[in-house]
Nanobody, 124 residues
Framework: QMQLVESGGGLVQTGGSLRLACVAS????????VGWFRQAPGKERLLVGA????????YYADSVKGRFTISRDNAKSTVYLQMNNLKAEDTADYYC?????????????????WGNGTLVTVSS
């Protein structure tokens, strides 16, 4: 089993920044690709971005491209989501998920482990 714990969410004004962290334990973190998803109230969970096991590739949804950056530190078993120039439509619960065999999948069932999420609220 792997446990994933997100942190760093909170309330921020439009145009502000937040840095989310996802800390893993229980498995060899460097063997897993990681995705960040978000889910707004009443909407489906969507892939925001992803990073490969050794960070040689990243993927971003069009809605966040140029504003969000994913990075990871395998020595710390942590993946980060740096979010800049936040907009009201970025308000959502943000989840990290780990997948051993797939990278960048938009399908939640392709991920082996999930965190419990952290709430990001962007006020206008």
């Amino acid at each position: 089993q792997m446990q994933l714990v997100e942190s760093g969410g909170g309330l921020v004004q439009t145009g502000g920044s937040l840095r989310l962290a996802c800390v893993a334990s229980g498995r060899i973190f460097s063997e897993y690709n990681v995705g960040w998803f978000r889910q707004a109230p009443g909407k489906e969970r969507l892939l925001v971005g992803a990073i490969t096991k050794n960070a040689d590739h990243t993927y971003y949804a069009d809605s966040v491209k140029g504003r969000f950056t994913i990075s990871r530190d395998n020595a710390k078993s942590t993946v980060y989501l740096q979010m800049n120039n936040l907009k009201a439509e970025d308000t959502a619960d943000y989840y990290c998920a780990a997948a051993r065999s797939t990278y960048g999948s938009i399908r939640w069932m392709d991920y082996d482990y999930w965190g419990n999420g952290t709430l990001v609220t962007v006020s206008s």
